[in-house]
């Protein structure tokens, strides 16, 4: 009879040491599961606002008065070869990261709102945004939005950018050329919630078009294009 009772005590203890073991296991993946698929819809949800942001802060930043600042057409300089056909351009790299720069300095959070009644705002500041929202806010089914404790996440809504110059020149009629010149972006943002979510954003800013004399090479085509190096701000 003792025997007996010591064995079905060992019985029950053994069934729930397994009950635990398959609860954590679960909680676990479930917890996993949610973790990605939250993060997922966070970081696409994100990333149409903070364009959205990105973009109204360019057109804040970016004027006619900018560029003659900068005195924009002078920003390249063309070499021709004894054919009067282009062979080369050289880029002003120290205005252009002047130009870039100041640019850049208007990537912040203007107005930002993210769709939602149970968002709170932890911290906002000009890079970055922390936020608390609840962990079933990701389904985004208004039935259990709501539900679950609250967790936090942090947005880095400018995390690097890099630039480059881009010069387009193409034959523009008899003996001329038209030439244009692009500032380009690469903006990297992150949303962080257990692992961290990248996106980028890309901008190509029309920075000057002139019409020159001279020919593009039959070599190349029609179109001559040329970038500078990236450079990080």
């Known amino acids: ?50 364009e959205k942001n990105l973009t109204d802060s ?32 050289n880029f002003d790299l120290e205005k252009a990261y002047e130009l870039a720069s100041e640019i850049s300095n208007g990537f912040v959070i203007n107005d930002f709102s993210f769709n939602g009644n149970f968002v709170n705002y932890e911290e906002v500041n000009k890079k970055e945004i922390i936020m608390k929202l609840p962990v079933f806010y990701y389904s985004n089914n208004i039935l259990i939005s709501n539900i679950g404790p609250k967790i936090f996440v942090k947005l880095q809504y400018v995390r690097d950018i890099l630039y480059e110059l ?12 038209l030439v244009e010149l692009y500032l380009d972006f690469n903006i990297k943002s992150s949303v962080f919630f257990f692992k961290e979510d990248d996106f980028e954003t890309n901008y190509s800013i029309l920075l000057s078009s002139k019409v020159v004399s001279g020919q593009v090479p039959s070599i190349y085509g029609n179109t001559f294009e040329k970038q500078s190096e990236k450079e990080n701000i």
């Open 1 to 50: 009879m003792l025997r007996y009772c010591k064995f079905k005590k060992n019985y029950f203890t053994s069934i729930r040491n397994l009950l635990i073991l398959v609860l954590i296991i679960l909680t676990f993946l479930i917890s996993f599961i949610i973790s990605r698929k939250f993060s997922s819809n966070l970081t696409y949800n994100m990333k149409a606002i903070v």
């Open 58 to 89: 360019l057109s804040n930043k970016f004027s006619h008065a900018l560029l003659k600042k900068y005195n924009t057409n002078n920003l390249i300089e063309l070499k021709f070869n004894s054919k009067n056909e282009i062979s080369d351009i």
């Open 166 to 177: 881009r010069t387009k020149v193409s034959n523009y009629g008899i003996n001329s050329m």
